[in-house]
């Protein structure tokens, strides 16, 4: 295991349960269902952003011994190929759920 890799995973971890704890505490002064829905999306987005970039590198971590002169970005197409698409949706979905909380608020 690498040492870099496996500190970063847990600073982007500790970052996720910040912004957990953060946006939990936060009072949501929507009135409607549909209001809360898009704001739980979006805490969804933003905490599951965080840990997902945590388990790409402790994915790393993991198996950069094992590569022996093979790029990750190989191993990523061959046996990971699903780990990047999990950080591309976490990070769709905070900015979809943001831009569209933004205009339901502004109506």
Do not use: N
Request: aromatic share 18%.
């Amino acid at each position: 295991m690498s040492w870099f890799e496996t500190a970063v995973a847990v600073v982007f971890g500790a970052f996720g349960a910040r912004s957990a704890a953060h946006w939990f505490r936060r009072p949501f002064a929507g009135t409607d269902a549909t209001d809360h829905l898009l704001f739980a999306l979006f805490v969804l987005g933003r905490v599951g952003l965080w840990w997902s970039l945590a388990g790409l590198f402790a994915i790393y971590a993991a198996v950069s011994s094992h590569l022996k002169g093979m790029a990750f970005t190989d191993e990523i197409k061959t046996r990971f190929w699903w780990c990047p698409v999990i950080v591309l949706v976490f990070a769709s979905l905070q900015f979809v759920a943001s831009f569209l909380l933004g205009r339901r608020a502004s109506v």
